[in-house]
């Protein structure tokens, strides 16, 4: 049903949101439309339905043409939003058609240059945490979200390197690091050079993918991956939970393990759920991701609707709460108002 009704949803808002901000825009440059000569051109944007609506789809198309497409039809719809606005200076403001036009088009390439810059950069994020259990002076990387399918190997390659250059005592991996069946083992290779220990988690997107094979490879790269287990690396114990549906599964998979109680406890978890399970069980530091921070505003303002917290570093009692905005990007290849980050914890 949920799926039926964001079709639904996609269908309705399609040619308002995709095909008529081009339209009008072109309207007001060239103010005649005979013919139709300029909807025949934009005839191909109307008919391609955007990849995003049906995984079958997209999976069907190669990387770069499937990311091509959902960056144009995000884009659409950033230059509706401009358009929209313009319109509504229209009705206080005499500005002729061409003035709209100039005007509306580069604030679009504002929009459109930031957001694409956005999703190329990698920015590195320092948080600081209180020591305790002789963590004094260690720091832990966390990346989430780097979603390998939908970016490069190359990708992948440019987060390694700025991982070696800070030169972490341990490397956290929180899930969707890869989000499409045309990944395979060499694209994850740049992992194997990592010099400190890297511990893994799954994600929603590794779940939906070749996960028995995803881990494989993983193991393969020297990535230790943590499927409701922990892992005892002085002063520090890492617990992984695997992806599930439910909150209810973290205290299903916590009631297993047994916390070490001259240990610094760090659970890795995507989703940002069983916060109070955590607290409860002796978590000293839960680090999360999946949010993506809505990756292209306003949608965060959506995320927050449905995950609370949805972002960034909280504090539950004793246990600190980070949640990553993610390392990279999935669907579009835009960030806007959010950053790609590898987030620096040093303990002080």
């Not at 808002?13 to 009008?24: C, D, K, N, S, T």
């Amino acid at each position: 049903m949920k799926r039926q009704t964001a079709v639904l949803l996609g269908v309705v808002l399609y040619v308002p949101l995709v095909v008529y901000p081009p339209l009008r825009l072109i309207s007001w440059l060239f103010e005649d439309l005979s013919g139709f000569f300029w909807i025949l051109l934009l005839l191909p944007n109307a008919l391609i339905f955007p990849p995003y609506i049906s995984r079958r789809v997209r999976a069907r198309l190669s990387r770069v043409l499937a990311v091509s497409l959902m960056t144009w039809y995000c884009l659409m719809i950033q230059l509706s939003l401009v358009v929209v606005l313009m319109e509504l200076v229209r009705l206080w403001s005499p500005l002729n058609n061409t003035s709209t036009a100039i005007i509306s088009f580069a604030a679009w390439l504002i929009l459109a240059a930031t957001s694409l810059y956005g999703a190329l950069n990698i920015k590195v994020h320092r948080l600081t945490i209180p020591n305790k259990r002789g963590t004094l002076g260690k720091s832990l990387i966390q990346i989430s979200d780097v979603h390998i399918g939908t970016r490069s190997s190359w990708f992948l390659q440019r987060i390694v390197k700025k991982i070696l250059s800070l030169e972490p005592d341990v490397v956290l991996i929180t899930g969707d690091l890869v989000d499409a069946s045309s990944v395979d083992s060499t694209a994850l290779s740049p992992l194997a050079e990592l010099n400190a220990p890297v511990f893994f988690c799954t994600g929603n997107h590794e779940r939906l993918e070749h996960c028995e094979d995803i881990v494989t490879w993983l193991q393969e790269h020297k990535v230790t991956v943590l499927r409701n287990q922990s892992v005892d690396l002085e002063p520090f114990q890492f617990i992984g939970l695997e992806d599930q549906d439910s909150a209810d599964d973290v205290s299903n998979a916590l009631a297993a393990l047994e916390p070490k109680s001259d240990r610094y406890r760090v659970l890795l978890r995507h989703k940002p759920e069983g916060i109070e399970r955590a607290v409860s069980w002796g978590v000293d530091l839960m680090l999360c991701g999946h949010t993506h921070h809505g990756q292209i505003f306003p949608f965060g303002l959506i995320v927050k609707r449905t995950y609370n917290p949805y972002r960034g570093k909280h504090q539950f009692g004793q246990m600190t709460l980070y949640i990553s905005p993610g390392t990279g990007t999935t669907g579009p290849l835009l960030r806007l108002g959010t950053r790609n980050e590898i987030t620096l914890l040093q303990f002080v």
